[in-house]
């Protein structure tokens, strides 16, 4: 099951950081909460985030639609493994296994429908 991030966002936005409500990628963001990305971009919106927290990544989990988003970003502008490795901060080992992992998703061209 997975968490109500909108609900978890707004509660702590009102408690904790009511003059952060009225700001405009915040609103736009909780929105639409439905990747991870989408969670560590309003996660760092929020909270104020230290030096050595941004440099972590081991704590890091990307769901698969995340995944694929940064497949596809690296494939259609032919993005070498190691500059998405530098500016993403994930490991040129773990970029490898996504697209072994994901190969057919990344290639994959909406179908038409001949059934008409």
Same mark, same amino acid.
């Given at each position: 099951?997975?968490? +109500?991030?909108?609900?978890?966002?707004?509660?702590?936005?009102?408690?904790?950081?009511?003059?952060?409500?009225?700001?405009?990628?915040?609103?736009?963001?909780?929105?639409?909460?439905? /990747? /991870?990305?989408?969670?560590?971009?309003?996660?760092?919106?929020?909270?104020?985030?230290?030096? +050595?927290?941004?440099?972590?990544?081991?704590?890091?989990?990307?769901?698969?639609?995340?995944?694929?988003?940064?497949?596809?970003?690296?494939?259609?502008?032919?993005?070498?493994?190691?500059?998405?490795?530098?500016?993403?901060?994930?490991?040129?080992? /773990?970029?490898?296994?996504?697209?072994?992992?994901?190969?057919?998703?990344?290639?994959?061209?909406?179908?038409?429908?001949?059934?008409?």
């Amino acid at each position: 099951m997975r968490p +109500n991030y909108h609900k978890i966002y707004k509660d702590i936005i009102e408690i904790e950081y009511p003059e952060k409500q009225n700001d405009p990628k915040i609103k736009t963001l909780l929105k639409k909460l439905n /990747t /991870t990305d989408d969670v560590l971009k309003i996660n760092h919106l929020i909270f104020k985030q230290s030096k +050595n927290s941004l440099d972590n990544q081991k704590l890091k989990i990307y769901d698969k639609k995340t995944i694929i988003k940064l497949l596809n970003y690296q494939k259609k502008h032919n993005f070498s493994t190691q500059y998405m490795a530098r500016k993403y901060k994930i490991s040129r080992t /773990t970029i490898a296994k996504w697209r072994k992992k994901f190969l057919e998703e990344i290639h994959e061209k909406p179908k038409l429908n001949t059934n008409l």
